[in-house]
């Protein structure tokens, strides 16, 4: 477009010129023939012409540069923001890409735990039916079973008071185990007074008042 536009308005000053050029040698062949008053005029009207042309070419040489220069200051401008935008989206891939390799470890970690947690709850219930069925055979490894399976219950309960017997430790457990009177007199093939009696003295062990659901302190441990 800007070759184009070049070429032609090259054209244009040139057949301005040679037309100029014809008209001058036109006049100085026939200028002899005049008298010296016209000449006088005619070479005033001349130098006029002539000095009106050249500003006229100079004008159109200085619209021309002018608006070579603005496309020139478009082009840049077009350049400078193609490479921004360029820039921009190369930026936004790296971003987007980190961020999502990011949110990929987070759900990673994330599953694993979930996955490490169902596997726990499954082998606390596996392990708590253990127990329970330890409980209810009254087996001499229930309470040595249930120490693995709630390893602080019993060292707590011994730290804080020390005057509890290993009897009383395993009827705590039962306790926690939300067991019944009934059950345990039953799996302990014992009688609720029993039951009662033992109750009874655990609370004036433990410091515990009437009220007290010694089932729900139990599973508080």
């Not at 010129?17 to 005619?42: D, E, G």
């Not at 990673?108 to 499954?122: A, D, P, Q, R, S």
């Not at 490894?141 to 009383?168: A, C, G, I, M, Q």
């Not at 457990?173 to 093939?189: M, R, T």
């Amino acid at each position: 477009m800007i070759l184009y536009f070049n070429v032609k308005l090259y054209c244009f000053i040139y057949l301005a010129f040679i037309t100029h050029l014809n008209l001058q040698v036109y006049s100085v062949s026939n200028i002899s023939y005049l008298p010296k008053s016209v000449l006088q005029k005619v070479g005033e009207k001349h130098s006029v012409q002539y000095d009106m042309d050249t500003i006229k070419m100079a004008k159109i040489s200085g619209i021309f540069w002018k608006k070579e220069n603005v496309e020139d200051e478009i082009s840049k401008l077009y350049c400078i923001i193609g490479c921004i935008v360029f820039v921009g989206i190369i930026l936004f891939i790296l971003i987007h890409n980190q961020y999502t390799s990011k949110q990929k470890q987070k759900d990673l970690v994330i599953i694993e735990k979930e996955l490490e947690l169902e596997y726990l709850k499954k082998k606390l219930n596996t392990a708590f039916e253990e127990v329970l069925q330890l409980a209810k055979d009254d087996d001499v490894s229930f309470l040595t079973r249930f120490n693995e399976v709630y390893p602080e219950f019993s060292k707590k309960l011994s730290l804080k008071y020390p005057d509890l017997t290993s009897n009383d430790i395993k009827f705590c457990a039962l306790l926690k185990l939300n067991f019944s009177n009934k059950e345990i007199a039953q799996y302990g093939h014992l009688s609720i007074r029993t039951v009662e009696s033992k109750k009874y003295r655990l609370r004036k062990k433990l410091k515990l008042t009437s009220d007290v659901d010694l089932n729900k302190w139990m599973m508080r441990q």
